[in-house]
């Protein structure tokens, strides 16, 4: 693949894709694959359906402040 692919906060060197997260929906759940500084919130507004964004060790950090 040619294409350079950078995190969101340009850190130098950038952060890689290893941010492993679960988006949550009605009866299924997947896996997205991010930088640390991915905003999770701007991938769940552009899938709607989306319950809940959990870090592969059930912390929810989407939506914040809510509980498991």
Request: glycine share 8%.
């Given at each position: 693949?040619?294409e ?22 009605d ?10 500084c ?5 991938h ?20 914040e402040?809510?509980?498991q």
């Amino acid at each position: 693949m040619s294409e350079k692919f950078t995190c969101r906060c340009s850190a130098q060197p950038p952060h890689p894709y290893n941010e492993t997260v679960i988006f949550r929906r009605d009866g299924m759940f997947y896996p997205v694959v991010g930088t640390i500084c991915e905003d999770w919130s701007v991938h769940a507004e552009l899938n709607p359906g989306t319950l809940a964004i959990e870090r592969i060790d059930g912390t929810r950090i989407w939506p914040e402040g809510s509980k498991q």
